[in-house]
């Protein structure tokens, strides 16, 4: 049979090394950078961009999309490649990918921290950025398809089908979560409103980490491991069927995000029966990770490239075990809110994405530069400084969890009312795992400049490939249906398109299940009477709040248990939300739920008036000793920008809210006449008026605290609460 020659591309494989590697070090070094604030809250005082708020989704991105999707992608092209005996379809469109994803890194730097977001989570940027994310998406989906159709395999091995679940399937939730009305260059909101936008959200939300963070994962470590290993995969059959089954299943569990929330109770139902049916896939793929090491446990001890792959299956493992474990509503119940789930994210991101990355790193760099890795000593003490790293992040964060859980809904010995009412008593407990937290994240941040190091001296002597040789035979041409004694799957496995139907609609199945009828069926979501749309004045600080990432530490979503209701007051009904683009349930309390927060400004709830929530923001230790909130004085300063306020109701009216003509008309007569009722409050306090008596540039009507002020004093006002003085 005549061979071929061609030439593999390593150039973008090494691109996409370097990327991920420096975007790691800014990603998890801005990470630490945000556990020092829990312990000195106004390190970055009076520097909006720097603030915790606007750095937390900026933390997040980079990891997911920056240092974990530049590393899938370079396993994802070296592995394909060499899996197909093809050279990717496009040298031009490779480079596009390569450089595209990374002006959308840069777009993401500079948008976040200048409070550019849309809030939801995983998705917080702005409508020209996904456009740019789905364009560039569809040029790798391009690359990808067309080097399988060039293929000179016949059969499409295992790690492709992930690969090729994964670009379908983030294509469609991308798409279908970023449906938002813009309203400016920089401003838009999600068509999707409350119970409905929580639901899409989560549908989002879980898949991202399914089908970004794990399916891309699965499928370089049925390349990487068996190659490090030098051993087949341990089974073919349970490789179909960890794939099958788990791509079916995980588009279904998205709900178990909402559990005891507003969401119909059916939806939370199925979220949880198909989140627990996730063990079974989830564990078959770790055996099958776990078991192709068979015979090689000897190399393990002293092959720092199978330690990092082993721990990341078992981080794999761990993290996939639990997460089904945290659907069970009774587990939900004390976890949802807590730092458990900061410790049960932390161990899939830093032990399975992180350690498989690494473990890949020191794998190809030496193979594509045509040497040794520089020090075999200090990629071993990477692996046990980073293994040590993790476990002093995650312990801590296990036990504030439980701490959390346990006094929030702790009653005295009466039985009659919170034994710590003040969610203060509970900050001040974390403060050692805080600590802990914060050096166990030092110690992997310093294992990753070790790398760093190690992998700048490989390639300095080594000699860098770009273009890598190599011949297959041409594939042969053979009949398009099945052949005698050729099973399905294998029949299937040469059939790339019908490979890619079927699996779009074994992960569209879910999804319209669950989603369709929330968004269609009325009787979902009963409507309240009551519930009104926010005043121009309160849509303007409902977006300060949204800008500033208020939303990573306050919930809005007060849950129908005993204990927070007598905390936080009635709980929350899936009408009230019904004008609310995006939801702001939140998905951690760092502070206290805000649902109710307009409630306690009313004189028998506790006096949180205009002028308690004026110096809260100025300076929340004055009010609230040993509170780990920062201090937001440039909403003192700054001017409020009411240029587009009628143009974000024109938007809102497009989405259902029932504004008039004569209420987008008057839109800034009504925001001077709220306003002014909040500065004469806010100047009745002496101390207040005296600080601003001779300011004349800036009233103090028109400042972006008013709005803000004006979006805390309504929420939760809109339905009728029991007077718990009565």
Known sequence: MEMQQFHYDNKIVRNFIYASIIFGVVGMLVGLILAIMFLFPNITSGVSFLSFGRLRPLHTNAVIFAFVGNAMFAGVYYSMQRLLKARMFSDVLSKLHFWGWQLIIVAAAVSLPLGYTTSKEYAELEWPIDIAIALIWVVFGINMIGTIIKRRERHIYVAIWFYIATFVTVAVLHIFNSFELPVSFLKSYSVYAGVQDALVQWWYGHNAVAFFLTTPFLGMMYYFVPKAANRPVYSYRLSIIHFWSLIFIYIWAGPHHLLYSALPDWAQNLGVVFSIMLIAPSWGGMINGLLTLRGVWDKVRTDSVLKFFVVAITGYGMATFEGPMLSLKNVNAIAHYTDWIIAHVHVGALAWNGFLSFGMIYWLIPRMT??????????????????????????????????????????????????????????????????????????????????????????????????????????????????????????????????????????????????????????????????????????????????????????????????????YGEYSKAGEFVYDHPFLWGSKRTGPDLAREGVKGKPYNGGRDDVWQFNHLYDPQSISPGSLMPRYQWLIKDKLDNSIIQGKMKAMVTLGVPYSDADITNALKSIDAQASKIEKNLLANAEIKKSFEKETAVPLKDREIIAVIAYLQRLGTDIQVKDKKQ
């Not at 600590?435 to 110690?443: P, Y």
């Not at 139907?501 to 069926?521: E, F, R, S, W």
């Open 370 to 567: 045509k040497s040794k890795l520089f020090s075999e000593k200090l990629a071993n003490f990477h692996f046990w400084i980073g293994t040590l790293g993790i476990i002093l992040y995650a312990l801590p964060m296990y036990v504030a969890g439980f701490t959390q859980a346990s006094m929030w809904k702790q009653f005295d010995a009466e039985g009659s009312r919170l034994q710590y009412g003040n969610f203060l008593e509970t900050v001040t407990q974390l403060m050692p795992m805080y600590w802990m937290r914060a050096i166990g994240g030092t110690l992997f941040l310093l294992g990753v400049f070790v790398m760093c190091y190690n992998i700048i001296m490989t390639v300095k002597k080594g000699a860098a490939v770009e273009d890598e040789l190599a011949e297959a035979p041409q594939l042969e041409v053979i009949s398009k249906n099945r052949l005698k004694g050729e099973k399905l799957h294998a029949w299937l496995e040469r059939k790339p398109v019908q490979f890619m139907l079927l699996t779009t609609l074994a992960i569209l199945i879910g999804g319209l299940i669950q989603i369709v009828p929330t968004l269609l069926v009325k009787s979902n979501i009963p409507t309240i009477a009551a519930v009104k749309p926010y005043t121009p004045l309160e849509l303007q600080g409902r977006d300060l709040y949204i800008r500033e990432g208020c939303v990573s530490c306050h919930s809005q979503m007060i849950r129908p248990f005993r204990s927070e209701v007598e905390r």
